[in-house]
């Protein structure tokens, strides 16, 4: 077996992991991996800025489901792509970004176009590695796939010093990943989930509160048997719109600052709040103390045990893929046939619901809208032109609320927007990004004045 250089290895490496695209901008530290680039068969999206690429690795992996591929240079090409590692961090986005990095002589020397990106990226990626050795490259990329991609997503950055790209070893990439410290749990506690349905059954008001985790997990279809074997409303995060069609009656659109009245009064009187894949982020929340006052029990189902009970006190923890969870819930509501008793009450509570949706829209229509260009007129004639069959991107401000409130999404990874950073700059490139994942998709982005100029 022939020895290759390490920037080859990583190159292989990349291919062995399935990945067919690319996103960076090269520089002197990274030149090697961009040699080997060259004659690979991975296609290469050139951005202006850094910070470019991140976005669309994120709307990529956002669309696809597989991690993004970042490629930037040390320094200052490292830096500038802080902050879309920061913004998928938050939004638990899969991504990888490889940097180059001076030389390991050098490191610690204030060498020209060095900074510690290991250091600087710790508190914003769930992993990252400085790779030393030439032998530890295929295996650390392996690694940074693997934890990029399993239990709650996230980024993760690995540096590539110059002479460790430039050395040369034998290229074997590991069929599998064992990591001591790091094993997610996938199946959710078969007890735990048997008190959620008991409690739920008793309940006279129940609520599902949805978050962007049901997407990651690909588990929008059991979400949507669920719901509808039950009779139970859901809301959803600005994270999670998507995973429940807007054409369905069980469906309330968004919950907390930006959501309707009639959701919002929802929460506020349900007796049994079922949160899936969500993280009781501020924006949902407001106060604490004020949060579904009247719930007796709050049930929380995540893949990340951290997140639970961090925010709000949960009754009910159960911590597992969401995908795996719903399709226990079904198989033991399933032997249950009291549950289907409670239907009538439920069908009331959701009667109640609408009653002050209608009382109080979030819109007013007075009939003239058609007599101006108003957002509501755009983003009604965006589904008309499109029937919810496409991916909408947005920025970060006024714009990406009416989009959010007003756009019936239909299905799950169809909807790109920065929710826990609120990255202004995020739209456009993250549209680009979602067209190389789906490009027989149309992808509209929608921006706002002061967003658009910032990755122009």
Same mark, same amino acid.
């Given at each position: 077996?022939?020895?290759?250089?390490?920037?080859?290895?990583?190159?292989?490496?990349?291919?062995?992991?399935?990945?067919?695209?690319?996103?960076?901008?090269?520089?002197?530290?990274?030149?090697?991996?961009?040699?080997?680039?060259?004659?690979?068969? !991975?296609?290469?999206?050139?951005? @202006?800025?850094?910070?470019?690429?991140?976005?669309? $690795?994120?709307?990529?992996?956002?669309?696809?489901?597989?991690?993004?591929?970042?490629? +930037?240079?040390?320094?200052?090409?490292?830096?500038?792509?802080?902050?879309?590692?920061?913004?998928?961090?938050?939004?638990?986005?899969?991504?990888?970004? !490889?940097?180059? &990095?001076?030389?390991?002589?050098?490191?610690?020397?204030?060498?020209?176009?060095?900074?510690?990106?290991?250091?600087?990226?710790?508190?914003?990626?769930?992993?990252? %590695?400085?790779?030393?050795? +030439?032998?530890?490259? =295929?295996?650390?990329?392996?690694?940074?796939?693997?934890?990029?991609?399993?239990?709650?997503?996230?980024?993760?950055?690995?540096?590539?010093?110059?002479?460790? &790209? &430039?050395?040369?070893?034998?290229?074997?990439?590991?069929?599998?990943?064992?990591?001591?410290?790091?094993?997610?749990?996938?199946?959710?506690?078969?007890?735990?989930?048997?008190?959620?349905?008991?409690?739920?059954?008793?309940?006279?008001?129940?609520?599902?509160?949805?978050?962007?985790?049901?997407?990651?997990?690909?588990?929008?279809?059991?979400?949507?048997?669920?719901?509808?074997?039950?009779?139970?409303?859901?809301?959803?995060?600005?994270?999670?719109?998507?995973?429940?069609?807007?054409?369905?009656?069980?469906?309330?659109?968004? !919950?907390?600052?930006?959501?309707?009245?009639?959701?919002?009064?929802?929460?506020?009187?349900?007796?049994?709040?079922?949160?899936?894949? =969500?993280?009781?982020?501020?924006? +949902?929340?407001?106060?604490?103390?004020?949060? $579904?006052?009247? =719930?007796?029990?709050?049930?929380?189902?995540?893949?990340?045990?951290?997140?639970?009970?961090?925010?709000?006190?949960?009754?009910?923890?159960?911590?597992?893929?969401?995908?795996?969870?719903?399709?226990? #819930?079904?198989?033991?509501?399933?032997?249950?046939?009291?549950?289907?008793?409670?239907?009538?009450?439920?069908? /009331?509570?959701?009667?109640?619901? #609408?009653?002050?949706? /209608?009382?109080?829209?979030?819109?007013?229509?007075?009939?003239?809208? @058609?007599?101006?260009?108003?957002? !509501?007129?755009?983003?009604?004639? #965006?589904?008309?032109?499109?029937?919810?069959?496409?991916?909408?991107?947005?920025?970060?401000? &006024?714009?990406?609320?009416?989009? *959010?409130?007003? %756009?019936? %999404?239909?299905?799950?990874?169809?909807?790109?927007?920065?929710?826990?950073?609120?990255? #202004?700059?995020?739209?456009?490139? $993250?549209?680009?990004?979602?067209? %190389? *994942? $789906?490009?027989? /998709?149309?992808?509209?982005?929608?921006?706002?004045?002061?967003?658009?100029?910032?990755?122009?």
């Amino acid at each position: 077996m022939k020895k290759i250089k390490g920037s080859q290895i990583v190159i292989e490496s990349l291919i062995a992991e399935g990945v067919e695209v690319v996103f960076g901008y090269p520089g002197g530290a990274i030149l090697p991996t961009y040699d080997a680039l060259l004659d690979s068969k !991975l296609k290469h999206v050139l951005v @202006r800025h850094e910070q470019g690429a991140t976005h669309m $690795a994120e709307g990529y992996a956002r669309v696809s489901g597989r991690p993004g591929v970042v490629i +930037v240079t040390s320094g200052p090409g490292a830096t500038n792509a802080v902050t879309g590692i920061a913004d998928a961090y938050m939004d638990s986005t899969p991504m990888v970004v !490889l940097s180059g &990095q001076v030389p390991t002589s050098l490191i610690g020397n204030d060498a020209f176009q060095e900074a510690d990106f290991v250091g600087i990226t710790r508190p914003c990626t769930k992993h990252n %590695f400085l790779v030393k050795n +030439v032998k530890d490259v =295929a295996r650390t990329i392996k690694e940074a796939f693997y934890i990029a991609g399993t239990g709650r997503p996230g980024p993760v950055v690995v540096d590539l010093p110059r002479d460790v &790209q &430039q050395a040369e070893h034998l290229f074997k990439y590991p069929d599998n990943v064992v990591l001591r410290s790091y094993k997610p749990t996938i199946r959710g506690n078969p007890r735990q989930i048997e008190r959620a349905i008991e409690a739920i059954e008793k309940s006279s008001r129940p609520l599902f509160y949805v978050g962007g985790g049901v997407q990651w997990s690909g588990a929008a279809p059991e979400l949507r048997e669920l719901v509808k074997g039950l009779g139970i409303p859901v809301t959803e995060t600005l994270m999670g719109l998507g995973s429940m069609p807007a054409s369905d009656s069980l469906r309330l659109g968004m !919950l907390g600052m930006h959501g309707s009245y009639g959701t919002n009064t929802a929460v506020v009187n349900t007796d049994c709040l079922v949160a899936i894949g =969500a993280r009781f982020d501020d924006r +949902v929340t407001g106060r604490i103390a004020d949060f $579904a006052p009247k =719930a007796e029990t709050i049930i929380h189902m995540d893949i990340d045990p951290s997140s639970i009970s961090k925010n709000v006190k949960v009754h009910i923890p159960i911590v597992g893929d969401i995908k795996s969870v719903l399709a226990d #819930m079904l198989v033991q509501i399933k032997s249950r046939e009291s549950i289907g008793q409670r239907r009538a009450e439920w069908t /009331k509570w959701r009667q109640q619901i #609408m009653q002050w949706q /209608k009382e109080r829209p979030l819109y007013e229509r007075n009939g003239k809208e @058609r007599e101006t260009v108003s957002p !509501l007129n755009v983003i009604e004639e #965006m589904y008309n032109l499109t029937k919810g069959d496409c991916i909408v991107a947005t920025d970060v401000g &006024q714009h990406q609320m009416w989009v *959010a409130q007003l %756009f019936p %999404f239909q299905n799950p990874r169809s909807w790109l927007t920065s929710g826990g950073l609120g990255t #202004m700059g995020y739209g456009l490139p $993250a549209g680009i990004g979602a067209k %190389f *994942a $789906a490009p027989d /998709k149309p992808v509209i982005v929608v921006s706002g004045d002061g967003s658009v100029q910032m990755n122009i």
